[in-house]
């Protein structure tokens, strides 16, 4: 099961205090076809809320947050040559980055699905 | 020869076209050696015809402001008074050298140091400097002063500078330049900077805040004496993105609501040519206590026993020159010139039509294209250019836009409005070709209605079609191979 930031990133608990993190299709969607990705370098440690990565489309660049603290165990190398993955399968193939979750109480902070998915219909009201 | 692609000068090459027809020798050959002489540069031979029909058939493609109305949000592409263009080419100007002795160009000396006491007047600053060549290098140096003022003040742990989400991009990029970090602040719902955010990140680590007024919303702050009161009280300084000043100047002045620094773009508000990359002008304006922090040389005006005379002096404690020489000189002709001919009340008149412009702009479409923050706005404002219901997005209403002859506005800026078109129309644009925009706006939304195909396959009258952008920017290509000429 999925959980979401405000800022549009989900994570997924792999188990042993693992998550991958991504980015939401609402967020691909409003960005538009990606043509860059950054991502952190292996080993790196994040604190909550800190910059992980950038993603870049035609129309903007917007900065990835870590939804927890935690230190990065592996990246998604594929997105380098292949940024287009992450708008074709954003909680799929597109994955960002695997991470080391520092403190399992931080998981508490973040949003289920229900309550994301009525964040981003307000949005679109704007 | 719309639909009809233009050759390179590269593919236009003939083996053995010469573009001059040289004179008979009348001194002996001299071979040159084989350093000097290069087969491999794959220079195109052509005839001076074929030269002066290529360019000329690439120029009229271009669209500028003296071809159509391009309302730019954020950009001012206001006209550009032609006698500018000749004053700037006036000899004493145009062929004067930048090391020449001060004492050879007293003229030019004087024109900017008038042009600085000028924007400091029309800007509230006690002190200008001419040097930065651009809006970006302007908020560059603004923040280097800051620095500069911190570590003089012995004030090292000012390491912040707060951002509104609707400022100018360029402001985290100059922010994160300069050293600083970037703290982004929420809006509020009428478009504001959130004064609560403010309130909260104000603290003693605070170096300063960027802010726009007019935002990039186009709205007035609401709150900015209460923000510039704020940020001083927690010891930051206020530095003011000058970008959209063509809503303000002759009007209020941003030195009196209390802001420190702040840049001018010449290139936009006060009419020097721009477009393609430059060339701009970007002088930056300060308060009292950060005028020994400009970039030099300044111009400055003394008077001793050797008479009177305009002198090039570096203030006290400058942060250095921040580009070659003095600026981008010709700008500061063009801009003089500007003001000389509006003066005070002329510009507070342009700045008025300007908003005037953008109001009517905003009422007349905002049915049609929704207003996100809908009240009166400066000298631009935002809408949304997704048309529901149709799938036709702000970018295909943009590309429609060209078919009917206008350049599209700001597309997907400020990120705070999803799908937004940013529209600033100007002073200098009559009543019918606003008219005739608005009628283009709304014929563009109908099509979107019946026939969203129409609108999402445009442009149609144009030499090319929709551009593959995420192409572009994936498979990037920065060179065509030349081949040498004689292969």
Same mark, same amino acid.
Not at chain 1, 74 to 83: G, R, Y
Not at chain 2, 97 to 101: A, E, K, T, V
Not at chain 2, 220 to 223: C, L, P, R, S
Not at chain 2, 373 to 378: E, L
């Given at each position: 099961m999925l959980k979401y930031t405000k800022d549009h990133e989900w994570l997924r608990l792999d188990g042993d205090g693992v998550a991958t993190v991504g980015i939401t299709s609402y967020a691909q969607e409003h960005l538009g076809d990606l043509v860059f990705v950054e991502l952190p370098s292996t080993g790196t440690k994040l604190s909550k809320g800190a910059i992980a990565a950038t993603v870049e489309s035609v129309k903007a660049a917007s900065e990835v947050y870590a939804p927890v603290g935690g230190e990065v165990l592996?990246?998604? +190398?594929?997105?380098?040559?292949?940024?287009g993955l992450v708008n074709a399968e954003p909680t799929g193939d597109g994955w960002l980055f695997k991470m080391k979750i520092a +403190?399992?109480?931080?998981? +508490?902070t973040l949003l289920d699905e229900q309550t994301y998915k009525s964040l981003t219909t307000a949005h679109d009201g704007h | 020869m719309i639909g009809h692609k233009i050759p390179t000068v590269y593919e236009r090459s003939v083996f053995g076209r010469c573009g001059v027809a040289l004179p008979a020798r009348d001194v002996p050959e001299a071979p040159l050696s084989a350093v000097e002489l290069? #087969? &491999?540069?794959?220079l195109p031979e052509l005839s001076q015809l074929d030269v002066a029909r290529h360019y000329l058939l690439l120029s009229q493609r271009n669209f500028g402001v003296d071809s159509g109305f391009y309302p730019l949000g954020s950009c001012t592409m206001k006209f550009n008074p032609k006698i500018n263009e000749q004053i700037a080419r006036l000899p004493g100007f145009a062929e004067s050298?930048?090391?020449? /002795?001060p004492e050879t160009v007293q003229g030019n000396l004087a024109l900017m140091f008038e042009l600085q006491q000028w924007l400091a007047e029309i800007g509230g600053f006690a002190s200008v400097s001419l040097?930065?060549?651009?809006g970006a290098q302007g908020e560059f140096t603004g923040l280097l002063m800051m620095r500069a003022y911190y570590r003089e003040c012995g &004030?090292?742990?000012? #390491?912040r500078i707060l951002i509104p /989400?609707?400022?100018? !991009?360029t402001n985290p990029a100059s922010t994160t330049m300069a050293g600083f970090t970037a703290v982004e602040l929420p809006s509020d719902a009428r478009g504001n900077v959130d004064l609560e955010a403010v309130r909260v990140a104000? &603290? &003693?680590?605070?170096?300063g805040i960027m802010i726009t007024n007019p935002n990039t919303l186009g709205l007035?702050?609401?709150?900015i004496g209460e923000v510039v009161r704020l940020v001083h009280a927690c010891g930051g300084l206020v530095y003011g993105d !000058?970008?959209? @000043?063509n809503a303000l100047? !002759?009007?209020?002045?941003p030195g009196d609501l209390g802001f420190d620094v702040m840049h001018y773009n010449l290139h936009k508000t006060f009419s020097t040519p721009h477009g393609g990359g430059g060339p701009g002008s970007g002088p930056v304006g300060v308060s009292a206590r950060l *005028?020994? $922090?400009?970039?030099?040389?300044v111009v400055e005006y003394m008077r001793d026993t050797d008479g009177a005379r305009y002198v090039l002096a570096m203030p006290a404690k400058s942060i250095g020159? %921040?580009?070659?020489?003095?600026?981008?000189f010709g700008m500061l002709v063009r801009a003089y010139a500007y003001i000389r001919q509006h003066g005070a009340d002329g510009l507070r008149e342009n700045s008025e039509h300007a908003v005037l412009n953008a109001n009517y702009l905003r009422v007349k479409l905002r049915d049609t294209f929704a207003v996100p $923050? /809908?009240?009166?706005? @400066?000298?631009e404002f935002v809408c949304r250019g997704a048309i529901d219901g149709?799938? %036709?997005?702000a970018l295909d209403v943009s590309k429609r836009l060209l078919d009917y002859g206008f350049h599209p506005p700001t597309?997907? $800026?400020?990120?705070?409005?999803?799908?937004a078109l940013m529209i600033e129309p100007t002073e200098t644009e009559a009543k019918p070709t606003l008219d005739a925009f608005i009628e283009a706006m709304q014929a563009i939304a109908k099509e979107a209605a019946n026939d969203p195909a129409l609108v999402k396959g445009?442009?149609?009258? @144009?030499?090319? *079609?929709?551009? /593959?952008e995420v192409k572009a920017a994936r498979e990037l290509i920065f060179c065509d191979r030349v081949k040498a000429a004689n292969d």
């Open positions: 592996s990246v998604n +190398d594929k997105l380098t040559t292949e940024p +403190d399992g109480a931080e998981l +508490d | 290069r #087969t &491999d540069c794959g050298h930048p090391l020449q /002795d040097q930065p060549s651009a &004030d090292l742990k000012r #390491t /989400d609707s400022a100018h !991009g104000c &603290d &003693d680590t605070v170096a007035f702050e609401e709150h !000058g970008a959209n @000043m100047a !002759g009007i209020a002045r *005028k020994e $922090f400009l970039p030099g040389p020159q %921040v580009s070659t020489f003095y600026g981008n $923050f /809908d009240r009166t706005n @400066m000298h149709t799938g %036709v997005r597309n997907y $800026f400020p990120l705070i409005v999803s799908e445009a442009p149609h009258e @144009m030499p090319v *079609k929709r551009l /593959d």
